[in-house]
Structures are given as C-alpha cells and as structure tokens.
C-alpha cells in the first residue's frame, strides 16, 4: 500500500515539476507562473551520471525527467545498494570511472574528503532553506559538501497505553515501566558488542560528548568523553547492567520484538522501527535524561555528493539545488523513506504525521554525528567498551579510562 501511494504521489511531482524550467517556484503555483520563474540552462549534449539507492530512486527520477525536459541535458540513474555506496564512491572516483552525483549519508564526509573525491557545493541563499543542522552536518571548514534531503535521529518511542506521559529522567521511565508490569521497564538495544549510537543521548545526558565542538558547530578532534563526566556515565551503565535495565542479551531484532508484543512501554529507537509497531497508539518523545543535562542524540543527515572528477560540476549543482532541493522531491523522498525532510518547506508539510513531528521536535536538540576521520578511532572500541562494562567483564572507570586511551593512541597513529 505504501508503495503505490508513493508512486502516485511521485507520478504528480514529475507533471508537475516538469512544467518548472526552476525547482525555485513554489509547488503550489500554476504551471505557467512557475514556468516563468525563471530561464533555465541549456545543457543540450551533457549527460550526469547519479548514484542512487532503490528507496530514493522514483523520487530521483521525477526530479531528473524535470531537469531534462528542462535543461535538454541527460540524467542517467544507477541503482546502487547504499551499503556499497561509500566505498565504491572512493574507489572509483580516482580512476574517472565514478558518477558525477552520489547520494550518501553525512558522517561519510571525512573520509570523502580525506581521499579528495568530493567537491563543494553552491547552494548560495538556499542554504537557508534547509533546517540547520542538515546544513552543519555536511559542513567542514566554512564549506558545505552536499544537499541534503532527510534527517533521521532516536527518541522516546512510547506506547501509550502503558504510559500515559512521559517520563522527564531515566528514572522516571523505569519506574514507570515497573508500574505498567510489563517484561522490560524500558527497552535499549545493547547487543554482546554494544550500541553506543543508541546509547549516545544518555551519554550526553552525563555532559560526556564524543568530541569537543568548535564555534562553529564542528567537531574537533579533542575527545571530550573521558575524565569525570565519562567515568560517571561509566558507573551507570555498571550500575543499570547489575540492575538488569541494560542487558547485553537485548539486541536490535529481540528489543523490536518485545515493544511490539507490548512487553515494554518505551524503546529507545528510530522511524526505522515503525514499520514494525503497527496498531500501536504511539507517541514520540523526548529521550529522558539519566545524567542530570538534556539528551542529545545523534542526528544524522542524508543527502547528495558531487564528485570533485565530475566533468560538468556547475550542471551538477544546478540539478541538486533546483531540482532536488524542491518541497515536492524531498516531501517525496520522506513517503519513500519516512525520514524527516531537511529542506524546511517538505518537513512542515511532513509534519502533519505527528509521530514524524515527534522525532522532529527531538532533532532540536540533536547534534550531527561526528564525521570527522578520528571517529573511525572511536567506533573501535566504545561499544564493545560499553557492552563489556554492562554485562561486568571490565570494571566500569577502569574499563572507561582504557577505552579513551586506546582511542587517543589509534588517532595519533
């Protein structure tokens, strides 16, 4: 059902934006008004290759139909698995065999320029248009790296007929989940090799962030996570372990399960795990605090990449910002998705799915995931660190205190 209604609605965005020779016109204009908007480009014998995921693909199409129609350029889209993007993007980039345009995920941006295989992007006053922190995710050093299209983060997943409210702090959460009765107070997704993607906001929680934070809002690499604030977080996370609230044994498919089943009235989660709790009465919520400061989780963005080999870099960038960045394709890329979109005009209109507004509302105090090349360090060892100090086998500030050492020896080398 969910796919025709998207096929439809991308059906309506190719008549429609295929009457714009600009994606600057508002959707709701007539056909000839927005075709006067403006004049567009004649690209007449210019071809873009664009990398592009099967989820992502009809939305894609109908934005290129309209660009070709308008531009007598030729897009030719590439079904990629999205596993597969990031390192084929790397590989052949170099030898002139990659695409002009890839679409990709945000946290990708530090390798991608550490291999010098993505170019800057123009986006001029329509970067306002974007919710910022889709902006700042695709950002280094004063220049912005893609268009993004979709903002996906966690929250409070409620099942609000065991919980009637949201809880304010951890705490709260479990000791509502005791008074519901279910199986699990609160559900977390730890697995024998941890999760601390998932764990992050609670981290965060403690005033524990991954790294420290420029001015700017980009990361640095000076780990931020050690000393008291982590060894604290540490403690907790020994402590919920002896409690039984955290559980190695909990991984993603058995945490879905038992939320699903009613086993449990919260789950820290995604949009991702929806599908699932169908005929659910669900609310989305802010993530409950377990150190005391607001929880911030991840957020992460996606969006498109131009390669820096491209051949026709300014074809490029007209297709992304003016064809791509249009309420209709991304408002279409969210039906195909369910994630949140960045561009603002398609995340009102998206916001009318009030579990979509929920994970929305949490993205405000989210923080991009770091996509810096020191994260690579990190991942090594913070989960099986975390899973490690919840089922006891490492000692927590102990266990804590090498982790942060090991990262910092794998960044200087």
Known sequence: MRRSIVSLGVATAIVALSACSSGTAPSSAPASTAASSAAAADYTGTTLTVWVDDTRMAATQAAAQAFEAATHAKVDLVKKNFADIQADFTSQVPTGKGPDITIGAHDWLGNLIQNGVVAPIELGDKANDFE????QAFSQDGQVYGVPYA???????????????APATWDDAVAMGKKAGT????LLQVGTTGDPYTAYPLQTSFGAPVFTQNSDGSYSSELAMGGANGEKFAQWLAAQ????????S????IAVDAFSKGKSPFIIGGPWM???????ELSIDPIPSAGGQKASPFVGVQGFFISSKSANPIVANDFLTNYIATTDVQYAMYQAGQRTPALKSAAEKAAGDPLTAGFAKVAQDAVPMPSIPEMAAVWTYWGVTEANIISGKQ?????WQKMISDIQAKIKK
Not at 132 to 135: K, R, S, T, Y
Not at 183 to 186: D, F, G, S
Not at 250 to 253: E, N, Q
Request: aromatic fraction near 6%; charged fraction near 20%; avoid cysteine.
């Open 241 to 248: 372990g002896k409690a039984g609230t955290l559980d190695t």
């Open 395 to 399: 000692q927590a500030v102990a266990g």
């Open 250 to 253: 909990i991984s993603y498919d």
């Open 151 to 165: 903002i996906e983060n966690i929250g409070l997943i409620r099942n609000t007929k065991l919980a009637s409210s």
């Open 132 to 135: 910022p922190v889709a902006i």
């Open 274 to 280: 929806l599908e699932k709790f169908k005929g659910l």
């Open 183 to 186: 199986k699990y107070p609160i």
